[in-house]
């Protein structure tokens, strides 16, 4: 029976044809000592060497060249075309481990690559393992510090409902300044929960929106009428044009939308004595869909700052329109309409204040 050695650093490669091989009847060895390749397979006395070509410590030509010095057995070279294939085979195990560096993935690719690397393999999947432990426990205290926000903000509902509930049952015994001053703390506070809880929320896997058809200028007024302390407060008036429309969207994500907006109106006013908030609605034929328009006359936004005013955490420059804001109330409108598919606009007016556009898709 003939006798043949597999030269091969791949071990999945070299088991391969060693199956092969010993299922076609021929007696096979593979050698896995290639620092002292020559005087190995001279040991066995092979009729027939597979010889690869990229191998650890030495070339594969210069054994081969060694081996026909010596006259031992027949070399079969193997052709570049399976060279290919092993490097294929190591890149794609090199991609596996850097996704998931464990011992397994760390023992097959130190299988697949050179003697010489190896020991850096280990060093890199050391340091590998180690920033996956550092990033999973960072994942948790982030995961931890939502829950307790989401458990602090429906915990901070209780005190608001209880002052509600003083607040409409305990008028006469209050001064009308009082009530309306505490009506408006109430509506700020509230306002400020749900803009933390809306946070909180925006990596969520599922969102409990619920799609409806709503009208435009209903949920307008509605708005209002859950603003209308800060609104007055401000002294300002409110009008409304006499169309509406229909559209289909998720009425909770809409309200805090139209809520931020408000709050934002209020928020800068400014010094003007006759505040004004407009709501407006137009339905464009031609692009198939409608735009609600809110205008207001409050302070005007820098033009530098005009690119800016949804990214997360941005105030704008000291004094401007937006160094009083926290950086988040326009940035989770942004958020909140992109997932109910509504673009949103900011620009100056002309006479002064801004206007926010809400363009929906025509359904």
Known sequence: ??????????????????????????????????????????????????????????????ICKELKAKQ??????????????????????????????????EYLLCEAVPAVIRPLICELGKHLRTQQEYINEQKITVT??????????????????????????????????????????RDHTRQDIEQILYFSRLGATHKDYSFESLSILGTCREAVEDNLTLLEEAGFSIEYTENDYQVISDKKGLMFILGQIISNSVKYVGNNLAPRLIFSIADSMNSEQISLSIKDNGTSIPLSDLPFVFDKGFTGDTGSYLSRSTGM???????????????????NNSYGGTTVTLTFPKV
């Open 1 to 62: 029976m003939a006798k043949i050695v597999v030269v091969e650093d791949d071990v999945y490669m070299r088991e391969e044809l060693l199956n092969l091989l010993e299922k076609s009847g021929y007696d096979t060895i593979g050698l896995s000592d290639f620092e002292n390749a020559v005087s190995e397979i001279a040991a066995y006395f092979p009729d027939l060497i597979l010889l690869d070509i990229n191998l650890p410590f030495r070339s594969g030509f210069e």
């Open 329 to 347: 109330g326009l940035y989770l409108v942004q958020k909140m309409a992109t997932d109910l598919f509504i673009t949103v606009e900011l620009k």
């Open 72 to 105: 031992i057995g027949t070399v079969l070279a193997i052709p570049l075309a399976i060279s290919i294939r092993k490097r294929n085979k190591a890149d794609a195990i090199f991609r596996r481990f850097l996704l998931e560096p464990d011992d397994t993935n």
């Open 144 to 185: 931890d510090y939502e829950h307790y926000v989401e458990n602090w903000v429906h915990e901070i509902k209780k005190p608001l409902s209880l002052m509600t509930l003083l607040l409409d049952n305990r008028k006469d015994e209050m001064s009308p300044l009082v009530h309306t001053r505490m009506l408006y703390v």
